[in-house]
């Protein structure tokens, strides 16, 4: 794994160096978009509406359109006078019960390793918070954009959650469960019944994606036995020429086929027949040079370069 931020942890005076690490991965197969013509990959321009021309991505600010369509254009300037978290300190904020916080509010999760030669307050804050069994609430800011994060502990190594604020959750009211009557008290025995004969210890490594698995399975099966519409890159390679080196096939190919016209029409067959016949001639020719003077073969050595060129 790559670290993708260093910093620290602040609690009170104490201060623990860290590095940050994706916690998570994905492992859903990808797709490119291409052309069903020629399997040649899609691309995407920045084009501006009112000129019409491609614009490069450093010459590009962030506009914001309020609801009554007035538009706003702010730089990287204006972003860089706003107020931020530091950016290379985990300030701790308080520590909360851990079954106080929804996980509805759980987003993306970080490993945090010990980034000190001497990790003995990082244990320490790792093993005090599994003791108490609560979470520290803190501030993380990452990419220049700081959220509200919780820290807990998992298998003595330190974890950090980011948490969605308070007004990213929806509030949710549903008309269709407005004067429902209360479940009987047979039909909830029965529930829990049930329940408890579905009920085990949460063990992740039971469950597999069995869409990704068919899906890489259907992928493998295309591939070896060419049914697929299998797109190689060689294959795909002259899409990426340029004009002239296409022109230059096309050429040498049009050269070709014209060759073996020539070569069939002269032998009057095929061009098969001619170079076998011509083998069968060659012990001939040779016998004959032998005898032939010396100004005969260099008057034949003329000739055959000629008909070379």
């Known amino acids: 794994m790559r670290a993708i931020w260093k910093g620290s942890i602040a609690f009170g005076l104490v201060n623990v ?34 000129c019409g021309k491609s614009v ?9 359109e309020s609801p009554e369509g007035d538009k706003v254009v702010l730089t990287d300037d ?33 490993y945090l390793e010990p980034d000190s030669t001497t990790p003995k307050a990082y244990v320490l804050l790792a093993t005090t918070l599994d003791r108490i ?11 220049q954009k700081t959220r509200l994060a919780a820290m807990r502990v998992r298998d003595g190594v330190l974890v ?23 479940p009987r008290s047979q039909e909830i025995d029965m529930a829990e019944t049930l329940v408890a004969t579905m009920s085990d210890d949460f063990d992740p490594t039971l469950f597999k994606d069995e869409y990704q698995i068919e899906l ?48 069939a029409g002269d032998s009057g067959g095929s061009g098969t027949q001619a170079k076998k016949t011509a083998a069968k001639k060659a012990p001939a020719k040779k016998a004959a040079a032998k005898k032939a003077s010396k100004p005969a073969a260099k008057t034949a050595k003329k000739t055959a370069a000629r008909k070379g060129a």
């Open 78 to 110: 204006d972003f860089s006078k706003l107020p931020v978290a530091e950016k290379h300190e985990i300030p701790v904020l308080q520590f909360v019960p851990s079954d106080q916080i929804d996980p509805i509010f759980f987003d993306k999760s970080y």
């Open 216 to 263: 890489k399975k259907v992928l493998d099966e295309a591939i070896a036995s060419g049914t697929g519409k299998v797109v190689s890159h060689e294959e795909a390679a002259p899409a990426e020429m340029d004009a002239e080196v296409v022109d230059l096939v096309a050429a040498l190919q049009r050269s070709l086929e014209a060759s073996g016209r020539r070569g």
């Open 56 to 64: 490069q991505y450093a010459d590009i600010d962030k506009a914001y």
């Open 160 to 182: 950090l959650q980011t948490l969605l604020w308070p007004d990213e959750v929806r509030a949710v009211e549903f008309e269709s469960l407005d004067g429902v009557s209360e």
């Open 133 to 143: 069994d609560r979470t520290a609430l803190v501030h993380f800011t990452l990419r």
């Open 17 to 50: 160096p860290v590095k940050v690490y994706t916690a998570t991965e994905d492992h859903d197969i990808r797709f490119h978009q291409v052309h069903a013509a020629d399997g040649g990959r899609i691309k995407y321009d920045r084009v501006c509406t009112i």
